[in-house]
């Protein structure tokens, strides 16, 4: 049995103008706030939705992965996110956009009189530092200071060339912990 029937991104601007079958979590999600029957379309409009950034947050969940499982040859592969399941409508709106947002690894805002859906993606590096590339002088030193640490942040402070040696800093996020960075 398959979930109710919604209408589905065509691209980043257009919505489809039929309904169809889609366990998106970004078109499931739209479905919902646009809803005047068991959501807020009452009070969310379409035209206050920005449409690319759902599209985005789509094409981010329908990437297909491969997932290891032991004992199967070859690994399966699957979508990095789908949404199988059901929305109570008698929990509160903040509930349910948690529950929406968090099945498909998502941050849900309202920018620029639009509300937006940015998946939480690792992104593109701004620097390497490295010392092949002859960018770090100097030794580094790690420091603990407290229960809010986030160990697989690094905060770098730098003279920076491209700033006239103005101080400067950047923040690189580590998957892995400090201890097994190379």
Do not use: W
């Not at 690994?75 to 949404?83: F, G, I, Q, S």
């Not at 929990?91 to 937006?116: A, E, H, M």
């Not at 490295?130 to 030193?141: A, E, V």
């Amino acid at each position: 049995v398959k979930g109710k029937l919604v209408k589905t991104f065509l691209n980043d601007n257009t919505i489809s103008s039929t309904v169809s079958y889609s366990n998106n979590p970004a078109e499931c999600f739209y479905d919902y706030l646009t809803s005047t029957v068991y959501g807020p379309g009452n009070i969310t409009s379409p035209d206050k939705i920005d449409l690319a950034s759902f599209y985005n947050s789509k094409q981010f969940c329908d990437d297909l992965l491969e997932h290891s499982k032991e004992g199967v040859s070859p690994n399966p592969v699957a979508k990095r996110y789908t949404c199988n399941g059901l929305a109570n409508t008698n929990n509160n709106r903040d509930v349910i956009i948690t529950d929406f947002t968090s099945c498909s690894q998502t941050t849900f805002g309202y920018s620029l009189g639009k509300f937006q859906l940015i998946p939480n993606t690792t992104g593109t590096p701004v620097m390497d530092f490295s010392n092949d590339l002859g960018n770090i002088y100097g030794t580094l030193i790690t420091t603990n200071e407290g229960l809010n640490d986030s160990y697989n942040t690094i905060e770098t402070s730098f003279n920076s060339k491209a700033n006239l040696y103005q101080d400067d800093q950047e923040f690189c996020f580590v998957e892995r912990g400090i201890d097994e960075v190379e």
